[in-house]
């Protein structure tokens, strides 16, 4: 008879909060792969139980009913759990459970960009006081290894500019409405159909998901934590097809990107999301349907773009699964994480509108009378704006006229003065359309 003197291979069970889309696709690739976790960790990581809110609800993966429970508590608190997926979405309860399992000595990997937004600095102390891992990868531009590109690859860097798509399901949206001239509601049913929606639809089209990731990148790349409140947040419900075509007579595509700027001869930073006319050269303006696509300006490394499936089930569900291979690596190897940054955020502060230099694109609907242009041009250059371009769109019967301007360089403050001048002047009939005009060369 042989005796092995191999020690049995270790275990690590895993509680995943929340069975959605991305935790049924969490599930099924750690069950579809288990024969892989050993040879590459040394422990198999088993997917043991999981919370629902309906036990009924039917599910593409295949779990037994008694590893399900409406309890997320029960599975925090059960001692045979040793790491916790939360990806039960919402802010406080997520909070609330993810703390409970540091207290526990558990490590947490999540995909809830808004819980970070708004807790990060505290979970992130609470982890490290705890000698856990929070790995939070899936957060950011779903498939795409940003948030460890910029922790570890480029620690060596500065970063004056990181821009680029961070929501799938907006650019899904903006691509199919330039390529084939649909409208936005009907691309908008079809996103709905293949499950690329939030629940709450404004986190997409509102931009409020893509500014929660900006706010993650900006605190990784510089140490601030920006208030939501600080950032400029634009969605993409006013882009029309007069629009996109528009860009494109101007040599451009309409993208709604995250932009973080931080100028490094006085500290300041600048955190916004908000769609922009972007060069037909640059990568970004190419990234197309539910890809998202991340430019890094390096001090050292120069420039570095990322671009990867940004909205469905398996992108995200890859980024968790990264994270809790990580996350069980570094338990194994030393006793907490590695220090999430590599700035000091003592000198940052958020950047003043007057700082925010750029050039803009303006669409407004008037009265098509003698004089309503040079009226319009006046109103411009009383707060210090010129134009340089104009094009119009007569309609006939004396209808309203579509006229599209854009703006030589000016800054943010002196284009909402004269925004509000704009809404308040006779013969401009609706709100007035603004988008920014992206140069990556320059200050935007």
């Known amino acids: 008879m042989t005796i092995s003197n191999k020690e049995p291979t270790k275990v690590i069970r895993i509680g995943i909060l929340g069975l959605g889309t991305v935790g049924q696709g969490t599930w099924k690739h750690l069950v579809c792969n288990a024969e892989f976790w050993p040879k590459i960790l040394g422990v198999e990581l088993i997917p043991t139980r999981a919370s629902v809110r309906n036990l009924e609800k039917e599910r593409e993966v295949s779990i037994e009913s008694h590893q399900l429970t409406t309890d997320s508590h029960s599975i ?37 960009k808004a819980l970070i937004c708004e807790h990060g600095q505290e979970l992130f102390k609470a982890a490290e006081d705890a000698g856990v891992g929070y790995g939070f990868e899936a957060s950011v531009a779903g498939g795409i290894p940003i948030i460890k590109v910029l922790r570890e690859s480029l620690v060596s860097n500065e970063f004056p500019l990181i821009y680029g798509i961070l929501n799938g399901t907006s650019n899904y949206i903006l691509t199919r409405m330039e390529k084939e001239g649909a409208s936005f509601d009907q691309v908008l049913g079809d996103a709905r159909d293949l499950g690329y929606v939030e629940a709450d639809e404004a986190l997409d089209l509102d931009g409020v998901d893509a500014a929660h990731k900006a706010v993650i990148l900006a605190y990784l790349a510089h140490g601030i934590w920006v208030n939501l409140n600080e950032v400029t947040v634009e969605g993409i419900r006013r882009i029309s097809n007069q629009d996109l075509k528009a860009a494109e007579d101007l040599g451009c595509r309409i993208k709604l990107i995250g932009v973080i700027r931080r100028n490094f001869s006085n500290n300041h930073v600048a955190v916004a999301v908000h769609p922009a006319l972007i060069p037909l050269e640059e990568t970004i303006a190419r990234t197309d349907g539910v890809h998202n696509g991340v430019c890094l300006n390096g001090s050292v490394v120069g420039t570095v773009v990322l671009t990867g499936r940004g909205a469905g089930q398996d992108p995200t569900a890859s980024s968790v699964i990264s994270d809790l291979v990580d996350v069980v690596k570094h338990t194994r190897e030393i006793s907490s994480m590695p220090k999430l940054l590599h700035v000091s955020s003592s000198a940052c502060s958020p950047a003043s509108p007057e700082e925010i230099d750029g050039r803009f694109y303006l669409r407004l609907l008037v009265d098509d009378r003698p004089g309503q242009l040079a009226k319009i041009a006046e109103c411009m250059a009383d707060v210090g704006i010129s134009l340089a371009t104009v094009s119009q769109t007569p309609h006939e019967n004396n209808e309203p006229a579509s006229l599209i301007l854009t703006t030589h360089q000016t800054n943010e403050h002196l284009i909402s003065l004269a925004l509000e001048k704009l809404k308040n002047l006779p013969g401009v009939m609706e709100e007035p359309v603004l988008f920014r005009m992206f140069d990556p060369n320059g200050v935007s």
Do not use: H, M, W, Y
């Not at 309860?93 to 947490?108: D, H, I, M, N, Y």
């Open 76 to 112: 925090v608190d059960d001692p045979n759990i040793d790491l916790i997926c939360e990806l039960i979405g919402g802010v406080e309860e997520a909070r609330e459970l993810t703390l409970r399992a540091f207290a526990q000595g558990k490590s947490v990997v999540t995909a809830n």
